[in-house]
């Protein structure tokens, strides 16, 4: 395959309305402030951190870059005891240890001949790239890098990132300083379970991505799937826009988040289902919520009151 075929041309981003309509394209509809923030990320080459409640799109924003810019998308996970050596590199153990043997078995057992062939191990192609610097070896037109749910990493991982946050580089003890050949378009996103790092922070533009008022959830709904229909795909807009406001907010431990909404309109179809009845929100309860108690709480009072016509 061709560059020019795995790659596109170059999408329009000149202004923040251009970059709407581009993500618009590949499927996310990105409201206003958000907008702004990708188009600043792109064009000042700084890392954006998205802070919000799971599944209000953080992680569909970076899928949806990529597609629009034709760049290969890499994804750092983070969890609790994540290690550097899993973020950026490793020594391939393996290779370089056939690599002394062999230099053994050739005769090579001199002292100078053994410093020689321990310097060979430690070139780059006994190295094993990890996503951070696999971001920053990129060919053009670069690499999209999410480091995603970077909360669940512990602090001294987060201090390790500094270097590259701050100057798209990273330090490798035996090769020297790597620098990006093109800047990599960095997401840092976070479920907040914990607070960031301030060093982190300020390396870091910052939007927080708020839950969509009913209009934009109900365009996200239609767009994601069609074959639900304006009645249905309204009804499940309104639905979830209760969930989250009160009185009903308070029965239950986490709203549903944008990527439910289309779960549940998905499973809604698949159901055959026209309009929405107690009955079957109660039996799809557990593609809404993901707490044993919130699936709970949406029992069929709850359900009937929640769709029930709003006062005047």
Same mark, same amino acid.
């Given at each position: 395959?061709?560059?020019?075929?795995?790659?596109p041309?170059?999408?329009d981003?000149?202004?923040?309305?251009a970059?709407?309509?581009?993500?618009?394209?590949?499927?996310?509809?990105?409201?206003?402030?958000?907008?702004?923030?990708v188009?600043?990320a792109? $064009?000042? =080459?700084?890392?954006?951190?998205?802070?919000?409640e799971?599944?209000?799109?953080?992680?569909?924003?970076? $899928?949806?870059?990529?597609?629009?810019?034709?760049?290969?998308?890499?994804?750092?996970?983070c969890?609790d005891?994540?290690?550097?050596?899993?973020?950026?590199?490793?020594?391939?153990?393996?290779a370089?240890l056939?690599?002394?043997r062999?230099?053994?078995?050739?005769?090579?057992? $001199? @002292?100078?001949?053994?410093?020689d062939?321990?310097?060979? %191990?430690?070139q780059?192609? #006994?190295?094993?790239?990890?996503?951070?610097? =696999?971001?920053?070896?990129?060919?053009?037109?670069?690499?999209v890098?999410l480091?995603d749910?970077? @909360?669940r990493?512990?602090?001294?991982?987060?201090a390790f990132?500094?270097?590259?946050?701050?100057? #798209?580089?990273?330090?490798?003890?035996?090769?020297?300083? %790597?620098?990006?050949?093109?800047?990599p378009?960095?997401?840092?996103?976070?479920?907040?379970?914990?607070?960031?790092?301030?060093?982190?922070?300020?390396?870091?533009?910052?939007?927080?991505?708020?839950?969509?008022?009913?209009?934009?959830?109900l365009?996200?709904?239609?767009?994601?799937?069609? =074959?639900?229909?304006?009645a249905?795909?309204?009804?499940?807009?309104?639905?979830?826009?209760?969930?989250?406001? =009160?009185?009903f907010?308070?029965?239950?431990?986490?709203?549903?988040?944008?990527?439910?909404s289309?779960?549940?309109?998905?499973?809604l179809?698949?159901l055959d289902? %026209?309009?929405l009845?107690?009955?079957?929100?109660v039996?799809?309860?557990?593609?809404?919520?993901?707490?044993?108690?919130?699936?709970a709480a949406?029992?069929?009072?709850?359900?009937?009151?929640?769709l029930?016509?709003?006062?005047?």
């Amino acid at each position: 395959m061709t560059d020019a075929a795995r790659f596109p041309p170059a999408p329009d981003l000149s202004s923040i309305d251009a970059l709407e309509r581009g993500l618009a394209s590949r499927g996310y509809l990105a409201d206003r402030r958000l907008a702004t923030a990708v188009f600043l990320a792109l $064009k000042l =080459q700084r890392p954006l951190l998205l802070e919000g409640e799971p599944g209000v799109g953080k992680t569909e924003l970076a $899928k949806a870059l990529s597609g629009l810019l034709g760049r290969q998308l890499l994804r750092l996970q983070c969890y609790d005891g994540l290690e550097q050596r899993e973020a950026l590199y490793e020594w391939n153990y393996a290779a370089q240890l056939l690599h002394l043997r062999a230099s053994e078995a050739g005769g090579n057992a $001199k @002292d100078e001949g053994a410093r020689d062939a321990e310097a060979e %191990v430690y070139q780059p192609r #006994y190295l094993i790239q990890r996503p951070l610097l =696999q971001a920053l070896q990129a060919p053009a037109p670069g690499a999209v890098l999410l480091v995603d749910e970077v @909360d669940r990493a512990d602090e001294p991982f987060e201090a390790f990132l500094l270097e590259y946050l701050g100057e #798209y580089q990273v330090s490798i003890p035996e090769l020297g300083t %790597v620098r990006a050949a093109v800047p990599p378009v960095t997401l840092l996103t976070s479920n907040r379970t914990r607070d960031l790092n301030d060093a982190v922070k300020r390396r870091c533009l910052y939007h927080w991505l708020d839950y969509p008022e009913r209009e934009r959830e109900l365009a996200i709904v239609r767009a994601q799937v069609p =074959q639900a229909g304006e009645a249905l795909s309204a009804q499940v807009a309104d639905f979830v826009q209760r969930v989250r406001a =009160q009185p009903f907010a308070n029965a239950f431990q986490r709203a549903p988040g944008i990527a439910e909404s289309v779960e549940w309109a998905r499973a809604l179809v698949a159901l055959d289902t %026209v309009v929405l009845d107690p009955e079957v929100v109660v039996d799809t309860a557990g593609i809404l919520f993901k707490q044993r108690d919130d699936v709970a709480a949406l029992n069929h009072q709850l359900a009937t009151d929640l769709l029930a016509p709003e006062a005047a």
